[in-house]
C-alpha cells in the first residue's frame, strides 16, 4: 500500500485529497503546453499570431498561467505536511518559522471560494457565447473537457482539506485550554507562539 507523509492526526481522506489536488490540475497545465508547442490541440490557429506562431508575450502568459495553476494546487498539501506548519528552513528570512494556522485554512477557503468564481465564470461565458472559443474538432473539444474537466473538483477538495485543518487546530486550540485574550479558554492555537512570530 502506497504510503504519504502527513501530519499526525490527519485523516486518510484529507491526506489522499490534498494529494490529488496537484494531479488535478495537470492536464489542463499540460494541454496549454501543448498549445504552445503547437501542438495539434485545437483545429485552426486563432491564437497565433502573423505567420501562425504565438506570440512571445502569449506564450509567456500561458506558461505562466500553467506553472502558477499548478503551484497553488501544490499548496493544498501545506495543509497535511508537516512544512505547511513550519516553514522549511530554506526558505530565507522565514525559515523554520511557524505558519499561522488561521491564515492557512482562510486562504485555502478564500482560494476555493475564488476557483468557484473562476469555474462560474467559465461556465456562463460558454452558455453565454462569450469570447472567440476555441474552434476544435469533436476529438480535440473531447480532449479539452477531459483535460478541464477535473479542475472542476479543485475547489470542493481544498475546501474539504482546509475544513480539516481547520477542525484539527481547533480542536487543538480547545485541549491547549489556555486562556484567551479575553480570559475564556480554547482560544485557536493555543500552546503556539505569539502571533507576532507567525509568518
Not at 490529488?20 to 494541454?31: D, E, I, K, M
Not at 490541440?41 to 506558461?63: K, L
Not at 486562504?107 to 476557483?115: D, E, I, K, R
Not at 470542493?156 to 480570559?183: E, I, K, N, Q
Amino acid at each position: 500500500m502506497m504510503s504519504v507523509k502527513a501530519l499526525p492526526g490527519v485523516p486518510r481522506w484529507a491526506v489522499l485529497a490534498a494529494h490529488a489536488v496537484p494531479l488535478l490540475t495537470l492536464p489542463s497545465g499540460l494541454w496549454r503546453l501543448a498549445l504552445v508547442a503547437g501542438l495539434p490541440v485545437t483545429q485552426d490557429a486563432w491564437h497565433h499570431g502573423p505567420g501562425g506562431v504565438m506570440s512571445t508575450v502569449e506564450a509567456v502568459y500561458v506558461v505562466s498561467l500553467s506553472v502558477v495553476s499548478e503551484l497553488l494546487a501544490f499548496l493544498t498539501l501545506g495543509l497535511v505536511r508537516p512544512w505547511g506548519e513550519v516553514l522549511p528552513r530554506r526558505f530565507p528570512f522565514l525559515g523554520g518559522r511557524p505558519v499561522n494556522p488561521a491564515a492557512a485554512w482562510r486562504a485555502a477557503f478564500a482560494g476555493a471560494a475564488g476557483l468557484c468564481a473562476l469555474a462560474a465564470w467559465g461556465v456562463y461565458a460558454s452558455a453565454a457565447g462569450l469570447g472567440p472559443g476555441i474552434p476544435a474538432s469533436p476529438a480535440q473539444e473531447a480532449l479539452v473537457i477531459a483535460c478541464y474537466a477535473p479542475l472542476l473538483a479543485w475547489p470542493v477538495l481544498r475546501a474539504a482539506v482546509a475544513a480539516d485543518h481547520r477542525r484539527r487546530h481547533t480542536a487543538a486550540g480547545t485541549r491547549g485550554g489556555g486562556p484567551g485574550p479575553s480570559g475564556g479558554g480554547g482560544q485557536e492555537g493555543a500552546g503556539r507562539p505569539a502571533a507576532s512570530s507567525w509568518v
